[in-house]
């Protein structure tokens, strides 16, 4: 639950932005981390000291729902020679760490970021006759903090957020998000480290689907050469009615043009999907790798879960020979030495089986693999082919509903436990495929109706028995159950 007020206004847990005339003896209790960031707005809105402020109520450190402790909203009158409209400008606080105290983030020093190491921020074109700014922003911004607070994963300029709706609850086409760098907001140093800010960006479902099949810096710089489709701030217009591709046909052969040459820079998703070892009777706990293992699969040990982890992070990257990350040394039995416990290791703190010596799970080539997914992760299988593998790189799939995750390479990735002569291996429940081209021109043959899901029915199977290979198209529902 969150309330509407000027930061001005004194709230139950916490006092008001210091503006110019605060008394020195307020400013020295106003938190640091908090005072920084409050610093950098006052640069770019020396005229606004108190903005609206949509707070949480019940902090995220007193158990409250919400990450974000506050969103300020602040009026911006752009600039109309430039293109730029006004709009209302929200930027939050609660991902960098306001406090420096341990009650939310970890203090790791002042050289590495703050808390997650950015704050997010977004821009709204102003309608006509509106005077204040709408709140529904800030509950989007809250819902983006919870996914990184609960998945550990960050984000960075280039990310997309698949959204499946309005984002202002409405009726409009722009249902799904696109970061990048804020225009105007610089780094800011804090005592408790760096925050950067990074701006969500409204696109319409076809503007997504092309930033994964190409890149969504590519799709970025596109939607700032259309004025009317966020220009060069990249503000979002919830009346926009109309794609970029609808508005200016001749960008789809740009977009087509990058992926030729340049391939996908998704290096992975979260996703419903699982693996079964088809080599091994269904009834071998021990090592088949089912997405339905009883109730307590084994957990990805915690190198594993860091090799997978940077295998996303560095996937954006695009090498001249891809590498899949080494494991990384310093982490051993599932546990993160020479630092107290955090909530960083939270994919390894709450299982027993997490601390089995990783030396102790050995790597296994299978014979004969089955992959399953949901019908949005499979429609994302020829680009993972297309876009990735054809151009010598990785793809990766992290189950949202199991810790288990399957990995495709192609020949040209260095670093797999996937080879040529056994291209389908297991390491505890991370499953690599390594596939040729030859094979991977195959399957995008006999995978083309996955470019248009809408036109078959569930479940959808397709079969290689010479390589012994299956892919299964599923419902939603066979992810959700209990036991999986």
């Keep these: 639950m969150a309330e509407l007020r000027p930061s001005g206004a004194p709230g139950p847990t916490a006092p008001p932005a210091p503006g110019p005339t605060a008394p020195t003896a307020f400013a020295s209790l106003f938190p640091p981390g908090l005072h920084a960031i409050y610093g950098e707005c006052r640069r770019l809105y020396p005229d606004q000291p108190n903005p609206l402020q949509v707070t949480a109520i019940v902090k995220y450190w007193l158990g409250g729902p919400d990450p974000l402790d506050y969103v300020s909203m602040y009026r911006n009158v752009g600039s109309p020679s430039a293109n730029i409209p006004e709009h209302w400008h929200y930027i939050s606080f609660g991902l960098s760490d306001l406090y420096g105290d341990n009650r939310v983030h970890e203090f790791t020093g002042t050289d590495g970021p703050s808390g997650f190491g950015f704050e997010l921020t977004f821009r709204l074109k102003r309608e006509t006759g ?199 040394p310093q982490r051993q039995n599932g546990l993160t030495h020479d630092r107290a416990p955090s909530r960083k290791d939270s994919l390894e703190s709450d299982s027993s089986t997490a601390i089995i010596p990783h030396e102790l799970i050995r790597t296994r080539q299978l014979e004969s693999v089955h992959l399953k997914f949901n019908q949005e992760s499979g429609a994302l299988i020829p680009l993972c082919l297309r876009g990735r593998l054809l151009h010598g790189r990785h793809f990766t799939y992290k189950s949202i509903t199991g810790d288990m995750a399957i990995t495709f390479v192609s020949t040209g990735v260095e670093g797999a436990f996937a080879t040529e002569e056994h291209p389908y291996a297991a390491h505890g429940p991370w499953l690599q495929i390594l596939l040729t081209e030859e094979f991977v021109e195959k399957m995008l043959e006999d995978l083309e109706d996955l470019t248009s899901p809408e036109e078959f029915k569930l479940p959808k199977e397709y079969s290689w028995p010479e390589k012994k290979l299956k892919v299964s198209i599923l419902p939603d529902v066979v992810f959700d159950s209990p036991l999986h």
């Excluded at 550990?152 to 799904?176: A, K």
């Excluded at 140093?189 to 969504?216: K, R």
């Design 130 to 328: 509106e005077s204040a700014p709408p709140t529904w922003p800030a509950e989007l911004m809250q819902g983006l903090a919870r996914y990184v607070f609960q998945s550990e994963n960050t984000f960075c300029s280039g990310d997309h957020v698949s959204w499946h709706s309005p984002l202002d609850n409405s009726e409009s086409r722009i249902q799904h998000m696109l970061l990048t760098e804020d225009p105007q907001m610089q780094p800011v140093q804090t005592p408790f480290g760096v925050v950067t800010f990074l701006q969500i960006v409204g696109v319409c479902t076809e503007e997504l689907h092309a930033a994964q099949q190409w890149n969504g810096q590519g799709i970025l710089e596109l939607l700032r050469t259309v004025p009317i489709a966020g220009g060069p701030w990249l503000i979002t217009d919830m009346r926009r009615g109309e794609t970029i591709f609808e508005i200016d046909p001749h960008l789809q052969e740009r977009v087509d043009k990058g992926i030729e040459t340049d391939g996908s820079n998704l290096s992975g998703v979260s996703a419903k999907c699982g693996w079964d070892d088809l080599s091994r009777p269904p009834e071998d706990d021990e090592d088949s790798r089912s997405i339905c293992i009883g109730t307590q699969p084994r957990r990805l040990s915690g190198k594993d879960t860091e090799q997978i982890r940077e295998t996303l992070r560095r996937g954006l990257e695009i090498n001249s020979k891809p590498v899949l990350p080494p494991i990384n």
